[in-house]
């Protein structure tokens, strides 16, 4: 397979997930879209390091996998404190907690 069939996954991948996390008002699908963000930067990543037959890529791929396990540790915590404040977890109504 080429190079180019990759690039244009990972473009898919990243503009999906860029279009969710800014029309999106849900917290839980907002966090998805920003895994699929992530996804697309590992796919680009595993794709260069093959390309280039370096072992670079997947190591850059791991440590981007690990930061995406505390993102969505992190995330789900929030998304958790926030639905327990307001019973809901609809972004919109999130600027109303502000002291």
Known sequence: MHLNAFLLLAAFLFCTGVYGALARKN?????????LILNAVNVNLVAFGAFQRSIVGHIFALFV???????????????????????????????????
């Open 27 to 35: 917290a839980v699908l907002v966090l998805m879209s920003i895994e």
């Open 65 to 99: 996998v690990a930061i995406a396990a505390a993102e969505v540790g992190v995330g789900l915590a929030i998304v958790l404190l926030i639905y327990r404040n307001r019973h809901s977890i609809d972004l919109t109504e999130v600027d109303l907690m502000k002291g």
